[in-house]
């Protein structure tokens, strides 16, 4: 007979065959050749190194796939060896402002401080340390009320490393870290003898014998630094020093999500000196107070993003394009809202060159706990004007923008809707606590929305359905836009509505449920989600169903259907 049968493949059939054929052939019982003997022994560890190999192969297999690679390192790795360059961390960045505060003038020689560098600030709020950005070594600060100095802030520690140079080409450091994203993605400095060098996107953009470097994500951990090869900049002499200034952070974390950026505390975690060169400490003579909250940190690019964008290369990979822009935005994490668009079909020419962003604020992430979408002030749909600052600044950073294009962030136009629920609710529950769960339901849904199209009637129906105890739902929208135009003229069409009653939502506008405004009628509808008075969200109880068999029936048809779907 044939050893083994091809038709049976599972690992577990071909070990139960070869007990049968060892026993066959030696006609040895189960009694005696089991696993505990000494050949069953040896079968079996050579079960398990088989099966160990077979994972490992699929395994390997299976991670060399960047759509189905499942740890994270290889989808990275992937990604880089593909030419993209993955976006690690990116530090929270705010301003200080910084006072004497009125004491120990008299240990402070020369009446002045020097503040150095990259000295420390620690926020009382999150607990993070934040480092000051001068852009020069010291700066004199003169201990008098009226002196006063405004500086930058990032969120992170400063860490350098120290390497000597070969001479040879296309030279390469690791600088390790605890992981990829630790290390800042803009705030990497290299020094050679002292030098400060030139960072640069691409080995092909350095000049010939330029001083220049690149930096990218490592495959393993950390950064890789490279130089050059003489025809694209030149590589550091043998016995050079080369020093790696490079800042370490939290990313979103160093965030202060706070309305009054004043709310934001501070003090001096550093020491400076004084003219006479004499150690002090600045939280002894200085005060810190935040004028800007430290914002758009952001964590390393996730994952699905890399995915997303790996096939294309870091120098293909520019922001000529809305959807590039997008995806650029999608990496911080903090908008529930991200729209680019040009006016390329429009009958001006002047601004084809011009792609306007749209960018909403993740409400989320500033609702307090006793807060639901309908308590947001409209002001928190709108970034500030030090935010805007700070995303031109982050587009500038990151080398992707194209000379010809010119970036404009747009507020959007928010348009304001309410919402009316009429319901049936079946006998014994409470119409108040329904109310309530309908209003937690319709801020979630709100809150969450991504929507750029419409936002369908039926989405929110839905949802409603599935309170327990409610028998049937209709809902509809009313508009203040729609509205004023209906008040000018009855008969003018439908204005932010299609023939279903769904919103439409226009490529520069922002749909926010809120009161604050009159009908046609002249009825008012105030801000909030109040039961007591028409407002953004108004709920009427038609009637109460009574349990009968009938209904109960009816119930379990519903929910039988409901599970089919």
Known sequence: ???LQKNKAKISDLISQTFDLIQARYSTSNQLFTVASIWGQIIFVLDNLTQFILFFIEDSITELNINQATRESSIYGLATLAGHNPTRSISAKGEILITWNGKNLEDVAGSAVLIPNYAQVKCTNNGKTYILKLNQEYVRLNLDPTSKLKVPILEGVINKNQYTGTGSKLQSYNVSSRGTSNIENFEVEVRV?????????????IPRNAKGYLVKSSLISGIDIFFGTIDFGTPPVAGSVIEVTYLECAGSQGNILVEDSSLALFSFDSDGTDLYGRSISLADVLQVSCTIAPQLGANQESIDLTRL???KTSRS?????????ITFFEKFGQFSIIEAFTTF??????????????LVPDIQLTLKSNETYFDIPLSRFKLTKPQIDRIYQLLDE???KIVTTVVKIIDPIIIKYVVNVAITIFEGNDPETIKSQIVNILSDYFLNIRRRDKIPRSDLVAAIEGIEGIDSVSLYFVG???????RRNKNSPDVGFDEFGDIVIGKDEVVAISGGWEDRNGVYYDYGASMQTLSSVNIDVRSIVPNTYNTRVNNILKSTLKTAN
């Open 1 to 3: 007979m044939d050893l």
């Open 193 to 205: 003898n002292g030098e400060v060098w030139k960072k640069y996107d691409s080995l092909y953009d």
């Open 309 to 311: 964008i790996a096939p």
């Open 317 to 325: 990979f520019v922001l000529a394009n809305p959807t590039n822009y």
């Open 345 to 358: 079909d429009d009958e001006y020419i002047s601004d084809d060159n011009v792609i306007y962003i749209i």
């Open 398 to 400: 990151s080398g992707q």
């Open 480 to 486: 203040e836009k729609n509205e004023a135009a209906k």
